[in-house]
């Protein structure tokens, strides 16, 4: 099947318009300390929603920096109440967890479980320690064909597929690996296509403040073909576009042909 057969479901909002979506940013943003006269403005001003404010441009407190929430310890301490979770699950389907094939499954669940959602336990700002270089170049990046395997959020099976990213640098270049490191962090999450497809731009964005950035993913959703409608060919497609990507209708187009090719 080729691949751009299916409509892309295209999101073309700023970055600081998705902040909220996407689990990077809080919309919180840095304010001095107040101090004398100016609490009581200052208190008035936090309570504002972020953007009602007039004046200057604000920076936006990056949260995606601390975005771990689970750790190994965390995967220790759960794991025996997660197992025991499975247990009431198999029982629940009909089954004897005492029986010889389903003694160890719990626990064999459990640890699977945790190491199909490892992107909690992990950061994006620890994927790109080191990684981020000065280079004067300023042409397209592209690397295709990325695998991905995630979990959907509603039904918790399986969607897998590949993802495409391209951005076009602003004097900074990214560690190749690096780029797929970002989707294996936030695709071992439970998910769903729109949202990760967002979240691996907005990423790449924030860290390297390119000229724009384009993310395409194609997926196959197991929700769609184990159960439901069984549709056993379909593909979802999404696509974020940001910067140029998003105005300049020849760099998507560019960007697009090569991840085709």
Same mark, same amino acid.
């Given at each position: 099947?080729?691949?751009?057969?299916?409509?892309?479901?295209?999101?073309?909002?700023?970055?600081?318009?998705?902040?909220?979506?996407?689990?990077?940013?809080?919309?919180?943003?840095?304010?001095?300390?107040?101090?004398?006269?100016?609490?009581?403005?200052?208190?008035?001003?936090?309570?504002?929603?972020?953007?009602?404010?007039?004046?200057?441009?604000?920076?936006?407190?990056?949260?995606?920096?601390?975005?771990?929430?689970?750790?190994?310890?965390?995967?220790?301490?759960?794991?025996?109440?997660?197992?025991?979770?499975?247990?009431?699950?198999?029982?629940?389907?009909?089954?004897?967890?005492?029986?010889?094939?389903?003694?160890?499954?719990?626990?064999?669940?459990?640890?699977?479980?945790? &190491?199909?959602?490892?992107?909690?336990?992990?950061?994006?700002?620890?994927?790109? /320690?080191?990684?981020?270089?000065?280079?004067?170049?300023?042409?397209?990046?592209?690397?295709?064909?990325?695998?991905? &395997?995630?979990?959907?959020?509603?039904?918790?099976?399986?969607?897998?597929?590949?993802?495409?990213?391209?951005?076009?640098?602003?004097?900074?270049?990214?560690?190749?690996?690096?780029?797929?490191?970002?989707?294996?962090?936030?695709?071992?999450?439970?998910?769903?296509?729109?949202?990760?497809?967002?979240?691996?731009?907005?990423?790449?964005?924030?860290?390297?403040?390119?000229?724009?950035?384009?993310?395409?993913?194609?997926?196959?959703?197991?929700?769609?073909?184990?159960?439901?409608?069984?549709?056993? /060919?379909?593909?979802?497609?999404?696509?974020?576009?940001?910067?140029? &990507?998003?105005?300049?209708?020849?760099?998507?187009?560019? &960007?697009?042909?090569?991840?085709?090719?």
């Amino acid at each position: 099947m080729e691949p751009f057969e299916q409509t892309l479901s295209v999101s073309t909002e700023k970055p600081d318009g998705v902040s909220g979506l996407n689990g990077h940013f809080d919309g919180m943003v840095k304010r001095a300390a107040p101090s004398g006269a100016g609490r009581a403005t200052a208190a008035a001003a936090e309570s504002q929603p972020p953007g009602a404010e007039s004046g200057s441009p604000r920076p936006v407190m990056e949260s995606w920096r601390d975005d771990r929430t689970r750790s190994v310890e965390d995967n220790e301490s759960s794991l025996p109440s997660l197992a025991a979770a499975y247990t009431t699950i198999l029982r629940g389907l009909g089954e004897d967890p005492q029986r010889q094939g389903l003694l160890k499954t719990p626990w064999r669940a459990a640890t699977a479980m945790q &190491f199909f959602t490892k992107g909690y336990q992990e950061k994006i700002i620890d994927v790109l /320690n080191d990684a981020i270089f000065d280079e004067d170049h300023d042409e397209m990046v592209i690397v295709k064909d990325i695998d991905m &395997f995630s979990m959907c959020e509603h039904h918790l099976v399986p969607i897998f597929g590949r993802v495409h990213i391209g951005y076009l640098p602003n004097k900074r270049v990214l560690g190749l690996s690096k780029l797929a490191r970002i989707v294996e962090i936030y695709s071992r999450r439970l998910q769903v296509q729109e949202r990760l497809t967002k979240q691996i731009a907005v990423a790449i964005t924030e860290a390297l403040k390119p000229t724009g950035v384009g993310v395409v993913i194609e997926a196959t959703h197991m929700c769609m073909v184990m159960r439901g409608v069984q549709k056993m /060919n379909s593909k979802t497609v999404t696509s974020t576009m940001l910067g140029v &990507f998003r105005e300049d209708p020849k760099t998507r187009d560019e &960007f697009l042909a090569l991840i085709r090719s």
